[in-house]
T-cell receptor
Framework: DGGITQSPKYLFRKEGQNVTLSCEQNLNHDAMYWYRQDPGQGLRLIYYSQIVNDFQKGDIAEGYSVSREKKESFPLTVTSAQKNPTAFYLC??????????????FGDGTRLSIL | QQPVQSPQAVILREGEDAVINCSSSKALYSVHWYRQKHGEAPIFLMILLKGGEQKGHDKISASFNEKKQQSSLYLTASQLSYSGTYFCGTRGNQFYFGTGTSLTVIP
C-alpha cells in the first residue's frame, strides 16, 4: 500500500541536541511538506519542497533544517537553535506543488518532547 | 495570511446539521478541507478549485465564494464519526491551514 511513513512516533530531545525526524513516501509525489502542530492549534508550515534538491522556508523555519536528496525522502532536523521544539510534527506530500490544487496526504506524525 | 474559521467549537447531537466557515483576508485561489481526529493525521475531505464551485460526498459538502474570499463546509445529519477538528487550507505564497473548528457529535 502506498503512503507516508514517519519515524519515530515519539522522540525525546535533550537540551543542546539536534534530532532528525524521518519522512518517507512511496506515492511518487513530487512535493513534500513539514508542519508543526501545537496543542489545540492548527498546522504551521516549516519547510516544503516541490522538487528534489530544492526546498523553501515556511513561516516558522527558524531552528529547523531539511534536505531533499531523493524524491521519496524529506528528513527534518530540529536543531538546538529551536528553543521550544515540543510539538506534534506532521509530514505530508502531494502529487504536484502548492499551486496545483492537489490534496496533501499526511503521515501519522512524530511527537517530540524535551527531556 | 492564516484563514480564520468559525465557529471555534461546536457540539451537535446525532442527526443535526452544522456549517463551518473559512474566511481569508487575502484572495483564495483554492480551498482544501481536512478533518483531524485527536492525535491522528489530518484526512483530506475535498478541494474546491474555483469560485462558485460546490462539492460533496455522502453528507458532507462545501462551497467556495471567491469574491467574498470564503468557503463553507456543510455537514448534514451528523454522525458520531464526524467528530474531530476541521481545517480549511489555502494557497498564498505558501500553504496556510485555518485556525480549526472542533466538532463534537454526541448521541
Amino acid at each position: 500500500d502506498g503512503g507516508i511513513t514517519q519515524s519515530p512516533k515519539y522522540l525525546f530531545r535533550k537540551e543542546g541536541q539536534n534530532v532528525t525526524l524521518s519522512c518517507e513516501q512511496n506515492l511518487n509525489h513530487d512535493a513534500m511538506y513539514w508542519y508543526r502542530q501545537d496543542p489545540g492549534q492548527g498546522l504551521r508550515l516549516i519547510y516544503y519542497s516541490q522538487i528534489v534538491n530544492d526546498f523553501q522556508k515556511g513561516d516558522i523555519a527558524e531552528g529547523y533544517s531539511v534536505s531533499r536528496e531523493k524524491k521519496e525522502s524529506f528528513p527534518l532536523t530540529v536543531t538546538s537553535a529551536q528553543k521550544n521544539p515540543t510539538a506534534f510534527y506532521l509530514c505530508a506530500s502531494s502529487m504536484l506543488g502548492l499551486g496545483m490544487g492537489q490534496p496533501q496526504h499526511f503521515g501519522d506524525g512524530t511527537r517530540l518532547s524535551i527531556l | 495570511q492564516q484563514p480564520v474559521q468559525s465557529p471555534q467549537a461546536v457540539i451537535l447531537r446525532e442527526g443535526e446539521d452544522a456549517v463551518i466557515n473559512c474566511s481569508s483576508s487575502k484572495a483564495l485561489y483554492s480551498v482544501h478541507w481536512y478533518r483531524q481526529k485527536h492525535g491522528e493525521a489530518p484526512i483530506f475531505l475535498m478541494i474546491l478549485l474555483k469560485g462558485g464551485e460546490q462539492k460533496g460526498h455522502d453528507k458532507i459538502s462545501a462551497s467556495f465564494n471567491e469574491k467574498k474570499q470564503q468557503s463553507s463546509l456543510y455537514l448534514t445529519a451528523s454522525q458520531l464519526s464526524y467528530s474531530g477538528t476541521y481545517f480549511c487550507g489555502t494557497r498564498g505564497n505558501q500553504f496556510y491551514f485555518g485556525t480549526g473548528t472542533s466538532l463534537t457529535v454526541i448521541p
